[in-house]
């Protein structure tokens, strides 16, 4: 059974701060990892993927992956209160592999 | 236009009726899925169709049957609904890199 494991949070920081999502997940053969997000009474919108270690930049926005560790996180930098959301770490292995998503981590970034 | 879009948005039903939800994606995709959301905001892979084909069907109880007439559209039928059935299902397409495009999804209530 695979696994992806997310703190529920809520996790506050004030605005313009650094917040730092993380994930860990259990099948060490995955090979595709993804940040969603996911406001309140909305479907999860994707933010970011990454596949090989190391970091990748968009933005505002870093995945982090250490496929060692078995770890993946996030960085929202200058945090926005339009930031506050449920962020979903999903993982994926190749071919029509389905994601498994974790239960997610709730944002909320005070003005 | 909206890349991948459900019908209804909310169903209200009563135990042992049934019921159907639609999807269509204009993306082009050769992959389809049903995801249950439940109301602890659990994102749980059901079904996955490549090219109306049934590729992945995960311990779903029987009463819900998925169909695709052709590779654009993906239905969910649910017979004899419980209460359990209650969650938000979420159609999504998947794209070239394994990332997926969710629905507005289609929040089913049962009495």
Redo the contacts between chains.
């Keep these: 059974q695979k696994e992806v494991e997310q703190n529920s949070g809520p996790l506050s920081v004030p605005e313009g701060a650094i917040a730092s999502l993380n994930c860990t997940y259990s099948d060490r053969g995955s090979q595709?990892f993804?940040w969603y997000r996911?406001y309140s009474g909305?479907?999860?919108?994707?933010i970011m993927?990454i596949?090989s270690n190391g970091d990748k930049e968009d933005g505002r926005f870093t995945a982090q992956l250490n496929k060692a560790s078995q770890y993946v996180s996030l960085l929202i930098r200058d945090s926005q209160p339009s930031d506050s959301a449920?962020y979903?770490c999903?993982v994926?292995d190749s071919g029509?592999?389905?994601?498994?998503?974790g239960?997610?981590t709730m944002l909320l970034v005070s003005p | 236009d909206t890349a991948v879009s459900q019908t209804p948005k909310y169903l209200v039903t009563q135990m042992g009726n049934d019921k159907s939800i639609k999807c269509e994606q204009n993306l082009g995709h050769d992959t389809m899925y049903w995801y249950k959301q439940d109301s602890k905001k659990f994102l749980k892979i059901m079904f996955s169709y490549n090219n109306k084909e049934l590729i992945i069907n995960e311990t779903v109880p029987n009463r819900f049957s998925p169909k695709s007439p052709d590779k654009a559209h993906l239905n969910l039928h649910i017979n004899s609904l419980e209460l359990g059935d209650s969650a938000v299902y979420f159609c999504a397409s998947g794209g070239a890199v394994g990332e997926l495009f969710f629905g507005e999804g289609s929040r089913l209530t049962v009495l």
Excluded: C, D, N, V
């Design positions: 595709s993804f996911q909305k479907s999860p919108e994707l993927f596949y449920t979903l999903a994926g029509y592999s389905t994601l498994t998503f239960k997610g």
